[in-house]
């Protein structure tokens, strides 16, 4: 089942199916890892839930969640 | 300039370790991303030859988001004739070979740079450099950026050997022939190869330097392929 990718839990993993959004957007997350295909996980989430910690391929990076919203994941 | 050659790399990846080191600079780094924000050049001479060195910006990709990539990405657009050496970070490697991926793409043909092998040996990571080289069709070197005699013998690569590599892919052919095949109207205007593929993804820089008026139009034929091409460019 796909589901956004901001809607994960805390240490959720979820493969990158989809990912909506204009090309710019598209292709800074493609330049940041973000393949069709590959498992992200959820690290941490920040307190007031606006900005998530993931893990992609073999490094963290910190996203905000109005990015995430555009990346659609299979669990 | 004959003899320039510049560093690109993504961010963090050891650019001014190597520029520092290469050149006996004094470059402020740091284990964080973002410290160079504007381009440095300076002079050498190696072996009697004079050569210049330029320590760009991080980037991760040649269409900018801050300030510090459109440095870079302008630098290497105003010289045509610079040599390249691509730095890239070895623990990072596959994010980092996106921007590779697209100085081959786009023509640049750099020289290939995989640092922090200390740390990569430290983690008993081994990288098949052979194989890389085959792939990508350009020089791959090992390094440790804050080793004098790595930096020295890659400088001494760079500058003894001209044409390094003329490696295309098949498929930015292909995209080309496509872009020629779509009858946008801007045959006319003699595009180069950089422009067109970039011209593909939208960047606003190019978009605005050709000044074209009819983009509605144009967009309307872009977007019913575009699904098309997003596949190809993964």
Redesign the interface.
Known sequence: MSQKLSNLKINQQGKIIFINGDIHLKRRLLELGFVLGENVKILSISPLKNSYLIAIKSYTLALRKDILENVFVEI | MDNLIALVGNPNAGKSTFFNNACMAEEHVGNWHGVTIDSKEKLIKLDGKQIAVADLPGA??L?P?SYEEAVTRDYLLSHKNCKIINIIDG??L??NL??TLELIELGFNPVLCINMANELKKNHVQIDIKNLEKMLGVKVFLINAQNKKDCKSVLNFVIYNNDICKSNFDYVKDILNWFDSLNLGLNDRKLTEYQKIKFL??DEYVLDEFKIDNYENIAKVLESE?TAN?VI??
Do not use: A
Request: negative net charge; charged residues 20%; glycine residues 0%.
């Open positions: 991760y990709s269409s988001y623990n990072n596959e994010r996106f921007l993804e939208q575009q997003f460019t993964q």
